[in-house]
T-cell receptor
Framework: AQSVTQLDSQVPVFEEAPVELRCNYSSSVSVYLFWYVQYPNQGLQLLLKYLSGSTLVKGINGFEAEFNKSQTSFHLRKPSVHISDTAEYFCAVSDRGTGRRALTFGSGTRLQVQP | EAQVTQNPRYLITVTGKKLTVTCSQNMNHEYMSWYRQDPGLGLRQIYYSMNVEVTDKGDVPEGYKVSRKEKRNFPLILESPSPNQTSLYFC????????????FGPGTRLTVL
């Protein structure tokens, strides 16, 4: 079984400031890691994913995330946010098997970018 | 355009009145899944399908049914909806590759009175 903890339910930040959204996971097996973004009244869009290899992963819209196996973390970062980044962000994990392939999601972090 | 579509997008119904939410994908994906999203809980899987005629329960299947008669369609059926099924529902699909990147539909907001 897997679980995902997003440590902050809301993160207010000023425009052009850096931001970090934290994600920790627990799993007894190797996992794939994802960050999804949900803009108001829209579905989920994949921001980035970690499958293997380099632990620093770059995604769309200037976001990046770093996989830390020893700390079981996958924090999302952006060096300078824009108003348009206001959205809810979900961290998710999936086991590497070919079975149920369910994504286990965290409870989400609402990023509020203020002018 | 590659996409997952859901209908209806919004639905208000009453307790006990059977309803179906449709989901269709045009990417020839083998895997499809339904999730529900509730505040503070993230998304939880209801049912999934590995291919045509192959379906199985997710984490919260009670009160739901699904079918997979065609590869592109994966309807979610609530035979006797109850107020605790008021939620935002997402359909997702994924190819047969090993790493499970799932593509999500726009969501269906269901209210059961």
């Amino acid at each position: 079984a897997q679980s995902v903890t997003q440590l902050d339910s809301q993160v207010p930040v000023f425009e052009e400031a850096p931001v970090e959204l934290r994600c920790n996971y627990s799993s007894s097996v190797s996992v794939y890691l994802f960050w999804y973004v949900q803009y108001p009244n829209q579905g989920l869009q994949l921001l980035l994913k970690y499958l293997s290899g380099s632990t620093l992963v770059k995604g769309i819209n200037g976001f990046e995330a770093e996989f830390n196996k020893s700390q079981t973390s996958f924090h999302l970062r952006k060096p300078s946010v824009h108003i348009s980044d206001t959205a809810e962000y979900f961290c998710a994990v999936s086991d590497r098997g070919t079975g149920r392939r369910a994504l286990t999601f965290g409870s989400g972090t609402r990023l509020q970018v203020q002018p | 355009e590659a996409q997952v579509t859901q209908n209806p997008r919004y639905l208000i119904t009453v307790t006990g009145k059977k309803l179906t939410v449709t989901c269709s994908q045009n990417m020839n994906h083998e895997y499809m899944s339904w999730y529900r999203q509730d505040p503070g809980l993230g998304l939880r899987q209801i049912y999934y399908s590995m291919n045509v005629e192959v379906t199985d329960k997710g984490d919260v299947p009670e009160g739901y049914k699904v079918s997979r008669k065609e590869k592109r369609n994966f309807p979610l059926i609530l035979e006797s909806p109850s107020p605790n099924q008021t939620s935002l529902y997402f359909c997702a699909s994924s190819s047969g590759t090993a790493y499970n990147e799932q593509f999500f539909g726009p969501g269906t907001r269901l209210t059961v009175l």
